[in-house]
């Protein structure tokens, strides 16, 4: 059995994903979890976790969900651990940095950051100073000024950026991954998680 995570692009109608989950059936797929990344302007961004019966049938489905009307595979990627479902990963993570010992737990949080958005690099900054990194991580000046400016107009960071605030430690977190576009859903997922993070890394400040 290979398990991979899909995301995909399709129209905002009904059956729109019950015709992607057929065509996954049509080469032995099965759908294990759905996760809702983005909706609006007629558009749905869904992640599908999906078991195949081998890895050589990936383009082949691939291939499938593409001859869908108006459906498009944004990326597809093998899971790398049991906690497939984003959900399910960040409460495992945040169990994990609880048990943390506390002088360890900035660390830890970097490399949980790391797992939870699948970045190429995370970066956690207190008053000016880098705390932790993860990744080949862009200066910390150079990416509060883009961060910075995108909010001053309303917007999000770069398209491939995650920022999240910690008020109660003074410090931010950012990661950035390149391969492809962060999502809503992904956002809203690190600011629940920074919340809880905040909390146990302010505890032993």
């Known amino acids: 059995m290979h398990t991979v995570v899909v995301r995909v692009w399709l129209p905002d109608r009904p059956g ?28 749905v961004i869904d992640e599908l976790v999906v078991a195949l019966p081998d890895e050589g049938v990936v383009d082949l489905m691939v291939q499938e969900v593409h001859a869908i009307d108006g459906v498009s595979v944004e990326h597809v990627r093998p899971t790398v651990d049991e906690h497939a479902d984003g959900a399910q990963l960040g409460l495992a993570l945040a169990a994990e940095l609880a048990e943390t010992p ?23 900054v207190a008053d000016d100073t880098v705390v932790a ?28 950026q995650f920022w999240s605030d910690l008020p109660r430690s003074d410090m931010w977190v950012a990661a950035g991954r390149p391969d492809r576009p962060v999502h809503d859903r992904e956002r809203c997922r690190l600011d629940l998680f920074a919340r809880i993070a905040d909390v146990l890394l302010s505890a032993h400040a």
């Open 16 to 43: 729109a994903l019950g015709q992607v989950a057929s065509r996954i059936g049509a080469v032995r797929g099965d759908v294990l979890g759905i996760d809702i990344l983005e909706s609006g302007g007629g558009r």
């Open 102 to 124: 506390a002088g360890q737990r900035a660390a830890a949080f970097v490399a949980a950051v790391e797992r939870l958005t699948e970045a190429a690099w995370v970066l956690l």
């Open 133 to 160: 990194t993860a990744g080949t991580a862009p200066a910390a000046d150079y990416v509060a000024a883009l961060s910075a400016g995108k909010r001053h107009v309303g917007e999000h960071p770069a398209s491939d």
